[in-house]
């Protein structure tokens, strides 16, 4: 699979297992030494979650199962803080 950056921020990512939205990509984290992407950035919840990187959430890479025109379906059992 190979996309942009671009074409991936703004996106809304939804958990399959319990249909709920998560937020919009506003970031990626890169592996240095391979350069592949390992997770995406999610703005946590609130105001300090748009400002504070500790309270952003991150999805595993591989918990992503389809990146679609609008959206980005991912698949997460559980996430930090009690979501999902």
């Known amino acids: ?4 950056f671009t074409s991936l921020k703004n ?11 998560l ?6 984290e890169v592996n240095c030494t391979n350069g592949q992407v390992t997770r995406l950035v999610l703005p946590g919840d609130g105001i300090a979650g748009l400002l504070s990187p500790k309270k ?7 918990c992503v199962e389809r990146i679609g025109d609008d959206v ?10 009690g979501k999902g």
């Not at 980005?72 to 803080?81: E, F, K, N, Q, W």
């Open 1 to 4: 699979m190979c996309c942009l």
């Open 11 to 21: 996106k809304e990512v939804v958990n399959v297992c319990d249909g709920s939205a």
């Open 23 to 28: 937020g919009c990509v506003c970031d990626i």
């Open 56 to 62: 952003r959430l991150t999805v595993p890479w591989d």
């Open 72 to 81: 980005i379906l991912v698949r997460l059992a559980s996430l930090p803080g």
